[in-house]
């Protein structure tokens, strides 16, 4: 890429409970030629005073005032758990509403809106079955489960978010019932010890795009976001769109992207 080129915007969107922190780094990460812009929900870090999203249209309404897309130059977004149902429900409203679509969205750790989600199914279960199952993925801080200021801070946000999660795999069955799938290239990846999402899941993601999906598992847990594997691989397919351009076919940049 040239110096004359802009760098690819890479949207990232965190799991439940997190924010922009969770891609703390990957700006260093992800090498040269890509911008990552975590997107931060309200309530939660610096926006924690605002009322959180738990449905479909708050969420969209939220994020098509905030998002920068300019025709012609390419973007990516990838999300995360959570994060991975919300950049699948925003490029089906960016397809609504005739906006540029993505290269490629991509979505971490998530199964398919047509398959069991144990977090989000979780949404409204008791707090002490809630806080066993984060103990599993290791979320829980040590010592947190007997200090009450962490459940006060930290419980409602996860919980809502939860309850989004839920209400966007829902909204997202009733879409492709209506629509049909996506027509946006898909990258779709899990963590080899993920106790949660396993890469035959993960593998369900194809049923839910209409160009070309790739499949990669990368080394790491349900939080292999913290890790260097996966902002090296957006990386990587960020920069192969860049220098293929929108003339490339999507699965060229797609299966260039994922496995250089």
Do not use: K, N
């Not at 931060?40 to 479909?56: A, C, H, Q, S, Y």
């Amino acid at each position: 890429m040239s110096d004359t080129e802009p760098p690819v915007r890479l949207y990232c969107f965190a799991h439940a409970g997190a924010g922009v922190s969770a891609f703390q780094g990957w700006a260093r990460s992800t090498g040269p030629g890509v911008e990552p812009v975590p997107v931060l929900l309200p309530g939660r870090e610096g926006r924690r005073r605002e009322p959180r999203l738990t449905d479909r249209d708050a969420l969209v309404a939220e994020l098509l005032d905030r998002l920068r897309v300019e025709p012609g130059q390419p973007y990516v977004m990838y999300g995360h758990s959570l994060g991975a149902m919300v950049v699948h429900t925003l490029a089906r409203a960016l397809q609504e509403e005739g906006l540029p679509l993505p290269a490629l969205i991509a979505v971490g750790a998530c199964p398919p809106p047509d398959e069991a989600s144990e977090l989000s199914d979780a949404c409204e279960s008791f707090d002490e079955d809630l806080v066993e199952l984060l103990r599993a993925l290791g979320a829980v801080p040590a010592g947190a489960e007997t200090e009450r200021y962490w459940r006060r801070a930290a419980m409602p946000v996860l919980r809502d978010d939860l309850r989004l999660a839920s209400a966007l795999r829902m909204a997202a069955r009733s879409a492709a019932a209506a629509h049909g799938p996506l027509a946006v290239p898909l990258l779709a990846v899990s963590g080899d010890r993920d106790p949660l999402v396993s890469p035959a899941v993960i593998g369900g993601w194809r049923r839910w795009s209409a160009g070309p999906v790739v499949t990669r598992t990368v080394t790491g847990d349900h939080f292999f976001v913290r890790g260097s594997a996966l902002p090296r691989l957006m990386g990587r397919a960020c920069r192969v769109i860049q220098r293929l351009g929108a003339r490339t076919t999507r699965e060229s940049v797609l299966t260039s992207g994922a496995q250089r």
